[in-house]
């Protein structure tokens, strides 16, 4: 037998005087006399929580377990299982419909929580953490949407990018990496969120829920952070987590069987080049005149005088510069052409056109450009009217059949190191001609369509990403070159100011005067009236 | 039990078609499809209902 073992409970976690000064001990005493037991795992609740309000704290909690569950094993067995087989589909559909769940239910808790103002009684931290675990969640939703390999997370990542990179984040998060957005989504974000969650529900556990308001002519109604003097009913917290964590199970089960998941096809090079070959062409002849978005983005892709958005004086991406360095005429066409052996036409093409000057180089591309506006596609080629073009119809044609046979993919995703999976150049290029453009605005997801928030097929989308979508469609960011970071910046400010809710008079005031509480308390009020009689 | 669920997973999946094209309701500057619609009206329904449906009683104690 230790010493401790013939101590109480009490002395245990004393522990002996002579520790006192010790860290541990010192953080022992702390949470325990903070966080005892019967607050980690109550069995009374104050009986005024008596309301279905209440539930959707803890139905947020079930969603985000089965997000996680399914979440894991689709990183586990990856996108080709999750694609290609039917069961790696379903827990794709288990994974949707989960996330799906868990805003439904996070945002009807967010509503409930606000309109009892239950940042009250020193509950500002629970508000502020949950707040900042329904940001962190979206950002969360965004990297699965772009992790997806499909069409969808294709044209959700090329637009994406834009906001990012006007922000200056893009540097540290491009979205057109698959492989670095999976990291994002499945380990960094969650972490970030899991550790948020905790303490967010620690800070539940500490505080307790917060009393209703002072019901009129009370005297003896206990002060917000006092503790409740009122009645008590019995309270099964790990029952009641239990049936929330089955009913949306089965609700996830219900909506994966009966609806599934949209997984429409990624839109490849070799595609494009097959399909619209007269586009690829232009937007490769685009890439080496210099002419395309990507040729003249900037940072973080390149370094183009003048270009980038600004938040009044301010550039933000040029604060990390090249971060990821694109080339679009070296990369997208030169580079891949020169890796083509035993072509002697192709050879000495590329041999005339590096040997050219500069002037002449754009003279011919300038005579091809204007050609290709009346060019046909015939047998999987592109054939314009004859003219001076120097080398270029023959490089053109060899990139037409280096796409065509999977070749051109392949070329511009080698080469990156630790992320083989590393999008940028392709996507970059893909985006830069229409036939992108064409499928997306097909499925309704331009941005002028609202298209952020929206899925492919019937199914729904980022709906959370409402506010987001509707600058986009206002005066005057519809209209302006800055139109992403100044729509992040008003974003970020309207964040702060919902996580800041507690402290900003007028704002934290509104649930007092708008009185829904009466409803979310009615029985309490009930017998406070009765009592009265 | 692999082809199984081969055959009836798509089978049931096909109960309601959701691939086929979006429906949208456009009202001035605003476009939302109908899918993302119905999960917000749905959002305020339960909303209203989980604040005005009344909850089961348990036994009460005093403080």
Do not use: C
């Not at chain 1, 402290?503 to 979310?520: A, D, H, M, Q, S």
């Not at chain 2, 999946?13 to 094209?21: C, M, Q």
């Amino acid at each position: 037998m230790t010493v401790m073992e013939d101590r109480d409970r009490e002395a245990i976690v004393a522990g002996l005087p002579e520790d006192r000064d010790m860290w541990t001990n010192k953080l022992r005493r702390k949470f325990y006399g903070k966080l005892p037991p019967e607050k980690l795992l109550p069995d009374r609740q104050p009986s005024y929580v008596s309301s279905w309000i209440y539930v959707f704290g803890v139905l947020t909690l079930s969603a985000l377990a089965v997000v996680l569950l399914s979440g894991a094993l689709l990183a586990l067995k990856g996108p080709d299982w999750w694609h290609n087989s039917p069961e790696g589909h379903f827990v794709n559909s288990l994974h949707l419909w989960s996330v799906e769940l868990f805003f439904f239910f996070m945002v009807i808790h967010l509503w409930g929580k606000f309109f009892m103002a239950a940042w009250r009684g020193k509950r500002a931290w629970t508000w502020v953490t949950g707040m900042v675990a329904f940001l962190v969640s979206v950002g969360t939703a965004f990297t699965g949407y772009v992790s997806q390999q499909n069409f969808d997370s294709q044209w959700i990542s090329t637009q994406g990018k834009d906001g990012l990179n006007a922000a200056g984040v893009g540097a540290l998060f491009n979205v057109l990496n698959f492989g670095q957005m999976l990291m994002w989504h499945i380990l960094l974000l969650p972490l970030v969120a899991g550790v948020i969650i905790v303490i967010h529900v620690l800070m539940v556990r500490l505080r307790g829920v917060v009393h209703p308001f002072a019901p009129k002519g009370a005297k003896t109604h206990p002060a917000d952070d006092a503790p409740w003097t009122g009645k008590y009913r019995r309270y099964d917290i790990l029952k009641e987590g239990t049936t929330a964590l089955v009913i949306v199970f089965v609700l996830t089960l219900l909506f994966s069987i009966v609806f599934s998941s949209p997984d429409d096809k990624q839109v490849t090079l070799q595609q494009w080049a097959q399909n619209d070959p007269v586009d690829f062409v232009t937007t490769a002849t685009g890439e080496l005149s210099g002419s395309t978005t990507s040729a003249s983005y900037g940072y973080p892709y390149n370094n183009v005088p003048g270009s980038g958005q600004k938040l009044g004086p301010i550039s933000l991406p040029s604060i990390f510069g090249v971060t990821i360095p694109v080339n679009p005429a070296q990369d997208f066409v030169l580079r891949p052409l020169s890796t083509i052996a035993f072509d002697p036409s192709l050879t000495s093409a590329l041999s005339t056109y590096n040997g050219a000057g500069s002037a002449q180089q754009t003279k011919w591309l300038d005579n091809y450009t204007k050609a290709l506006n009346n060019a046909k596609a015939v047998n999987g080629g592109v054939v314009v009217s004859s003219g001076n073009y120097g080398p270029l119809p023959v490089m053109m044609g060899a990139l037409l059949k280096m796409a065509d046979n999977g070749g051109l993919e392949a070329s511009l995703v080698a080469n990156h190191g630790f992320y083989g999976t590393d999008y940028t150049k392709p996507l970059l290029f893909l985006a830069d001609g229409s036939y992108l453009a064409n499928i997306a605005q097909k499925d309704h997801l331009l941005g002028t369509q609202w298209g952020m928030m929206n899925e492919t097929g019937s199914y729904p989308g980022q709906a959370w990403l409402w506010l987001y979508t509707f600058w986009y469609q206002v005066q005057p960011f519809a209209s302006s070159g800055n139109a992403d970071v100044m729509v992040w910046a008003l974003m970020i400010l309207l964040s702060l100011v919902m996580i800041a809710v507690p402290v900003i008079p007028g704002l934290r005031t509104i649930p007092e005067k708008v009185k829904v509480y009466r409803f979310i308390w009615k029985d309490y009020y009930r017998e406070e009236e009765k009592a009265k009689v | 039990m692999k082809l199984a669920l081969a055959v009836i997973l798509p089978l049931l999946a096909s109960l309601v078609n959701l691939d086929g094209p979006g429906h949208y309701v456009n009202i001035g500057v605003i476009s939302i499809s109908v899918a993302n619609l119905l999960v917000i009206i749905l959002m305020a329904i339960v909303f209203i209902l989980a604040v005005a449906l009344p909850f089961p009683h348990k036994k009460e104690h005093g403080a």
